[in-house]
């Protein structure tokens, strides 16, 4: 166990995760047990109404779970301040959303940097870091383009460029295909392969099969339990 | 701190900005209630500034003595007993109360005929020291001048008038060197009094009488009690120990208990103009209060904007927070925002308060009954300082309770789904 504990990127423990909405308790998550390596590339599949979202909130430190264990890259994510959680986003988080979630008003070139400014990278590393992710996902000749004027395979290629930006332990990926046609999507999906190739951890939640199948493993969840959780043929 | 402010610029800078006509009714909101406050201080000050001319004119640190009764037993004799005053009262206390600036006797003839030519007008005539025409501000207009120690040493028969007297006597003729007749004695015009407008007046006001020297008065109306008395401080806080000492000699003299502050009736003007001082102030408080509620109002239309914004935002906030995004970087640039317009409209406001009050100076108020009280409005920078205050107050408020509730965001909830 301890030689491994390096490689371990994400661990949770008997993690519960229940909304309290003051008349009723909803209890989204009973007892996840996950532990995801670095290099490895998941898929978390299951049914709407299954908590994955849930989970990907708490992988993802956008919330805090109720009870359990959650480390990522060996900190605690426990006891934590708003400001704090911020950071932890800001360092090992990598988000990518199905509807994108660009800012509108500024360009893609700017909001690739917008993580950078909160992480305190210094002006002219964050432009040449930013230019340079976008030429990675194909979008050099776009830089001072606003969202709005970039097609939806675009935007979700500026995202996972800004998703890359600070470095993250792992990336994050909500349904990164659902609002593309299957061609972007496949451009997209190609994206997530290749990083991974290289050595990123990647999480992907989705109900698209064609996405899971490209994973190394698909962790499935069912009523707030993990059901199922095996490595793919494909992954070798 | 500033990787802060460095964080904090750049997100105001590349915030999604307000829509147009929006900004603009905000910030003539702004603009409108800084105009209102301004005015109304500004006439406020203005007021204050009439006010406090106007009671000066009577003359600064006085207090007025009359002939009384006494109200308290002393030393056998029972309340009840009138104090007069005489002429040489006066030196009496000149002599022993070298402190005080001035002290001067009046003798007064109610209804007195004077006459120039045909006419005849009734009037009050005052027998007075010389020093009076300085600490009851009788000063000459041109060409004339007030009475003088000779005057006063040689019983000489002139005449002193009230500008009101004078134009009913004289009409549009030059009254200074003429010969009137008082009582059917000719007296020589010396001079007649500048116009003022008095906030406090005893007998009447000082342009409805006439002044002759108190020599010239005592020959001419045989009468050596004196109508008033009055005495002048150096300082207003003199007052109160310079009355108690001369009821302490009075006392003495004329047998009374020096307790008694009512044997001789006396208006302390130091005292009342104490109290205008506060009724001005609180006609300033209140106009203040007023204002700033109007600027309240613009501001709460910031906060409304502001709280406008936020929704609008939420997603934005929602992905800022996401990426890292720390709540004072969340909260600042909204307030920022909001000081923003309060800092435009306030600045809009003031130049055109100042604009409108510095127009107010064209309308002449010499002549005009109701502005000689009310003053002309006036800023000072008192007044651009509470504004300024008040401004930035609001826009604090403005801006930090919409932030707040930015920051409140949950990302989770506002990433998901369009």
Known sequence: ????????IIRMQEIRKVYDTGKIKVEALKGINLEIEKGEMVAIVGPS????????????CLDTPTSGIYEIGGQAVAGVTRDELADIRNRRVGFVFQAFNLLPHITALENVELPMLFGAVRPAERRERASQLLDRVGLGDRLDHKPTELSGGQMQRVAIARALAM???IVLADEPTGNLDSSAG????SIFTDLWQQGRTIVIITHDPALSRRASRVVEIHDGRITSDQATNEAA | MNTDLHVILNLFATSSRLQKKRAYLTIAAIAWGTVAILLLLAFGEGLKLQLDKNRRSTGENLAVMWPSETTKPWKGMPPGRPIRLRIDDVDFIRERMPELKAVHGELQAGRTALTYGRKTVNGRILGVNYVFGDDRKHYPQAGGRFLSVEDEVQRRRVIFLGDEMAKDIFGDEKPVGKTLLVNNAPYTVIGVMQKKTQMGVYGGPDGNHAVIPITTFLAQFGRDRLNVMVIQTEQPQQMKAALAKVNELFGAKYRYDPTDDRALATWD????AKTTGNITIGIQLFLGIVGALTLLIG???VANIMYAVVKERTREIGVKMALGAKQRWIIAPFVLEALLYTFIGGALGIIIATLLVSLTSFIPIENNRVLSFLGRPTLSPEIGIATSLILGLIGLAAGYFPARRAASVDPASTLRYE
Do not use: A, Q
């Not at chain 1, 166990?1 to 371990?8: E, F, H």
């Open chain 1, 49 to 60: 109404g299954s908590g994955k979202s849930t989970l990907m909130n708490l992988v993802g």
């Open chain 1, 186 to 189: 496949g451009d997209i999906m």
């Open chain 2, 299 to 301: 501001g709460v239309g």
């Open chain 1, 167 to 169: 470095e993250p332990d």
């Open chain 2, 269 to 272: 003007m130091v005292k009342s």
């Open chain 1, 1 to 8: 166990m301890t030689d491994t504990t390096n490689k371990l």
